[in-house]
């Protein structure tokens, strides 16, 4: 018959396996990061290239994509390190990566349309936003399924600081199409404002969930003579009459303005994704030493019948002082020894069970974070429902309904979906 | 190089290995059932023998307790039937069956305290209901960690009928001790009126959650003439004025008729746990035959590089008129079987895509009816934490506040957590 003792000792193996797997997420969420900023470059020199019909950035594009290759191995390299016959990883993570996969397999085909001037710099953003938005979901899905609130709490930060940062590459490329076209339009100035907005509140997120070592290392990393230059080009870009001129002499200035700004993210997120690495060691480490002590307590407890002590019975008791004294011969284990070891396994348990509740509390509130990112997807899906849209058109109605009517997404998501009741069922 | 198929079949290994974790849990779910009733009717007995100073009952309880222990043997082989050296159970899970052991342990104990007369009514009232209730939390466990919608759906229906039984089982427990006294009195009546509203949300959420067969069998279990009585004995016990007199010798009366109401519940809960079982065995059947599927695509995929084909292309795309056609010369896979493999490949990791984002967001509101047992749990920690109160006495309070207010536990939890920001950190 398995024991209490024993079925503490597969918790902690349960946990000691899901932080292994978190430590190897970990690392494969740092690959993806790096192959995100990778294409984020990559995708505003493309766009650069295209606005410019070929005539420039065609070396600075091609020596982005060769520098994109090297990444994109190393990252399949991560995921072939992934154990796909074991089970640990969960079906979400793995379908995640099976998208992204297909993702890359496209993404030759889709350089030789830039290269060859076939599509339009919007359509290749999209399709490289696309790409992103699939890798960036690895990242969520590794947030939405750790089970230590602390390493939650990081990836959460993680996640949004990323997701901030892909906010920006697009305000890169939506105000650098602006600059190149020479004349300002309300459709571009209402999009650039979105993406700032968005972004914000991403970094928002992260100043409230990452360690106060990585929100000092964001406020340091923010030059200020860097970020007066990128808020007065914001403000030309935002505040110029509909169909009033820029100066595409700029679009130059503005790209290595936003630049700057982007490389600065990526050492702070190099940073988190370090951190984030050495509290999955610290506490394997711990788990493994708890571990330890459990067998060791196994070890040592004696073939009896299990506990009819009186040890036993301040299971029903809720404080110390009111355990009932030594009964001798009341219980088979009453003597001295035996008795001792059945109240530190009662103690285990119990202190188990309370961790069980302040954890679960905790993570009630980190991931609280991720659902609005998780119902504006969920207002996309009943758009795309219920009006046969394509997800990019459902994004773009909600984004179109936030600016008309000056609302934050959240709040068109919440409002699409309190509508949800009176909608005819969507045929499945 | 691990394809995208790849991660798909082992995708769908994860979700076969949960589902067969999930049909073992059940098993486990139904085994904790029974122990959990055949406690109640001990708790029950035990309750009318300590009441009648061991004169009456002994002979009826100690019957029962035969019977509890044969079923107690079962829940132990099943516990023993868990594989504890794997980790798809997940560490919540054995936590709760560590807990649940050691309150088994400590049954014997509490047994003798009846059967010597030595504890009051309500001190064993309170031991049975602290194990009823870790019973109760596997249960929950396993309803908050399924990751098919449909089988949450019918886990948290299982999870609060079984609850709404536990409340019934209370509520007998209650009217005996008021009509054995034989003097109604404000605090008992108020604690019956709190059992039976619990006991209705419990089953409303029941009654949300199942399926139609299982309301309709509900509703046929409950016949008009025992609901015609219990409601009577009900008004007697709720109404009569405080000091007023009871007739004790209607104590009989309310313990059976309650008793048949909490058989049939044990009936329907029967009913809920082999429902539940051949949702699962449906799904593994169900996911085992796509897993062949893919493994068969598998094996006819050309092994030629990772597809550059236009067919790739279209993961760019969002419907599929807008792929374009096949460009012959363009890919290294551009004839036509393996444009046509590709495709179906790429519409399978779509599908997954969409697949999970539904899957997510009915798992979010099936799961949203288990916050409010969170809420409570969690405003309870913050009373323990910040008043040093056991877990009883933080309970009672609540209970209490929600009395004297005339409000739902639930209400109190969120005004108690309302106030969590004003009340000073408490010690770790």
Redesign the interface.
């Known amino acids: 018959?398995?024991?209490?003792?024993?079925?503490?000792?597969?918790?902690?193996?349960?946990?000691i396996?899901?932080l292994q797997q978190l430590a190897l997420t970990s690392a494969l969420v740092n690959a993806c990061g790096r192959l995100v900023h990778a294409l984020q470059r990559e995708r505003g020199l493309s766009n650069l290239y295209l606005g410019s019909q070929g005539q420039r950035w065609a070396e600075e594009r091609h020596a982005q994509v060769q520098q994109s290759l090297v990444i994109q191995d190393e990252v399949?390299a991560c995921?072939?390190r992934l154990d796909?016959?074991a089970?640990?990883?969960?079906?979400?993570l793995?379908?995640?990566?099976?998208?992204v996969?297909?993702?890359?397999?496209?993404l030759?085909?889709?350089r030789?349309?830039v290269e060859s001037l076939a599509w339009t710099p919007a359509r290749a953003t999209?399709?490289y936003i696309?790409l992103v938005s699939g890798l960036l979901a690895v990242v969520f899905e590794a947030a939405d399924s750790a089970?230590d609130p602390d390493i939650s709490r990081r990836l959460v930060a993680l996640f949004n600081f990323m997701q901030g940062k892909e906010f920006a590459g697009q305000e890169r490329a939506t105000g650098s199409a602006l600059f190149a076209a020479g004349r300002a339009d309300t459709a571009g100035q209402q999009q650039l404002l979105h993406l700032i907005d968005s972004q914000e509140r991403c970094l928002q997120v992260f100043a409230d969930f990452a360690s106060e070592a990585l929100t000092t290392a964001w406020r340091g990393a923010q030059r200020h003579e860097h970020l007066a230059g990128l808020e007065r080009l914001r403000r030309i870009l935002c505040t110029t009459a509909a169909g009033g001129p820029l100066d595409a002499a700029l679009s130059q200035t503005w790209f290595d303005s936003c630049t700057a700004r982007i490389d600065a993210m990526k050492t702070v997120e190099d940073l988190l994704a370090a951190e984030l690495l050495a509290l999955c060691e610290q506490r394997i480490e711990a788990a493994t030493a708890d571990l330890a002590n459990f067998e060791r307590l196994k070890d040592n407890v004696p073939a009896t019948a299990?506990?009819?002590?009186?040890a036993?019975?301040?299971?029903?008791d809720?404080?110390p002082d009111e355990r009932p004294l030594v009964t001798p011969g009341?219980?088979t284990s009453g003597q001295g020894y035996g008795l001792q070891l059945e109240r530190s396994?009662?103690e285990l348990?119990?202190d188990?069970?309370r961790r069980?509740?302040?954890v679960?509390?905790e993570l009630?509130t980190v991931r609280a974070s991720l659902n609005e990112r998780?119902l504006v997807?969920?207002a996309k899906?009943l758009l795309m429902a219920h009006r046969h849209l394509?997800?990019?058109?459902a994004h773009k109605t909600m984004r179109q309904m936030a600016m008309n009517q000056n609302r934050r997404l959240i709040e068109v998501a919440e409002a699409v979906l309190a509508m949800a009741d009176v909608l005819p069922e969507p045929r499945r």
Chains 1, 2 share one sequence.
């Open positions: 018959m398995k024991s209490g003792l024993c079925f503490l000792i597969a918790a902690k193996r349960c946990d396996a899901e399949l995921f072939d796909t016959e089970s640990v990883h969960g079906a979400r793995f379908s995640r990566i099976a998208y996969l297909q993702g890359l397999d496209a030759p085909a889709l030789a349309r999209a399709a696309r089970s299990p506990g009819q002590g009186s036993a019975l301040s299971f029903f809720d404080s009341l219980g396994i009662l348990v119990q188990q069970a069980l509740q302040t679960s509390n009630d998780k997807e969920r899906g394509s997800e990019e058109e």
